[in-house]
């Protein structure tokens, strides 16, 4: 079994997964810290982690009904995140690891999102990863554990975030997503039409014009019609991208995850575009799709099986790529 742990951002998770199956997952929220200050401040995070993080994986093995015996792998985020956050994972990874002579992996928390889409099912394999999250947004290519090719990618902002800097204009507090899908739903896009978004490269994505567009409509439309415009604007750019690419790369399956993945009307409106060609799409799980040590577990399983575990001399990267 694998123990998997994850402090990139503002969640503390610590995780008990067999293989695929997840037999305990625990999920410490700091949202409700950070809401005083409209977003994520880095040295509170790290210093929340610390405090979060002992009590979450005592929580997870006793969860799970197991001992640190039953533990052969510890799979923790190494990167992409916030340094001091990723810091307090991996420095107390290690400190496990070398302590009770266990294998340690570092995990890519964007490989450990696509993981998302697998557990508690099978990975399939080609398949199509669309990542969207409140620090990144990627189409990617992924033919095995470890095979995976960068399709496209946001030049400006992640979709999360470019829906919680709207959310936060229109005064919804933080995190913005989930509260402006609730708004979004009480009002009309079409009272609200903004443009279309070109990029050099189809597959790449651009967010920023299309917030500034409706940070612009903001005085002469209601804010419903707004967030449901602006909401509807990065469902079709997602859902368009997504399922291009899956047709020119010739792969009938879609993965929908990262946070922005609990969105529904993304989810729906992906799985019907994608279905008209005859591409499944599905969405990971909602307990899944946000950060959570349980996909890091389950990536760092097959990353383990794959390429092998890392020395006790690993280090966080807050920039780390795939
Ligand atoms: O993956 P995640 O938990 O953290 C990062 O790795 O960034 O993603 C957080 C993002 C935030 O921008 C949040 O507003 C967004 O996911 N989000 C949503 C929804 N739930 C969370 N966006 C749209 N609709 C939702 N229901
Ligand atoms: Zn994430």
Request: proline share 4%; with cysteine; aromatic share 4%.
């Amino acid at each position: 079994m694998t123990l998997g742990i994850e402090t990139s951002c503002d969640e503390t998770s610590a995780a008990v997964v067999d293989d695929l199956h997840v037999r305990s997952l625990i999920v410490a929220s700091q949202a409700r810290v950070h809401a005083h200050w409209g977003g994520v401040v880095p040295e509170v995070a790290s210093r929340q982690h610390m405090e979060a993080l002992v009590p979450c994986v005592e929580a997870a093995l006793a969860e799970a009904a197991v001992g640190m015996d039953a533990i052969g792998l510890v799979a923790v985020t190494q990167g992409p995140g916030l340094i001091g956050s990723l810091m307090v994972g991996v420095s107390f990874a290690k400190a496990l690891a070398f302590a009770r002579g266990l294998p340690l992996v570092g995990v890519n928390h964007l490989v450990g999102h696509l993981y998302s889409a697998f557990l508690d099912r099978e990975p399939v394999f080609p398949v199509i990863g669309l990542i969207v999250s409140g620090g990144h947004t990627e189409l990617w290519r992924v033919d095995g554990h470890g095979r995976i090719r960068v399709l496209g990618r946001t030049l400006d902002d992640a979709a999360g975030e470019a829906l919680d800097k709207v959310a936060r204009a229109l005064g919804l507090g933080y995190p913005g997503g989930p509260a402006l899908e609730r708004l979004a739903a009480t009002g009309d896009a079409r009272r609200c039409p903004l443009p279309r978004v070109r990029t050099a490269h189809p597959l790449d994505f651009s967010f920023s014009g299309l917030k500034t567009a409706v940070l612009e409509a903001l005085g002469r439309v209601q804010p419903a019609d707004a967030a449901a415009a602006f909401q509807a604007a990065v469902v079709e750019e997602l859902v368009r991208r997504a399922v291009e690419a899956a047709r020119s790369e010739e792969v009938d399956r879609i993965a929908l995850v990262g946070g922005v993945a609990a969105n529904r009307s993304l989810g729906a409106a992906l799985e019907a575009a994608a279905g008209a060609y005859g591409i499944k799409a599905w969405a990971a799980e909602a307990r899944y799709t946000g950060d959570n040590a349980a996909m890091i577990a389950a990536a760092g399983r097959f990353v383990h099986a794959a390429r092998g575990g890392d020395p006790l001399t690993l280090m966080a990267d807050a920039l780390a790529r795939p």
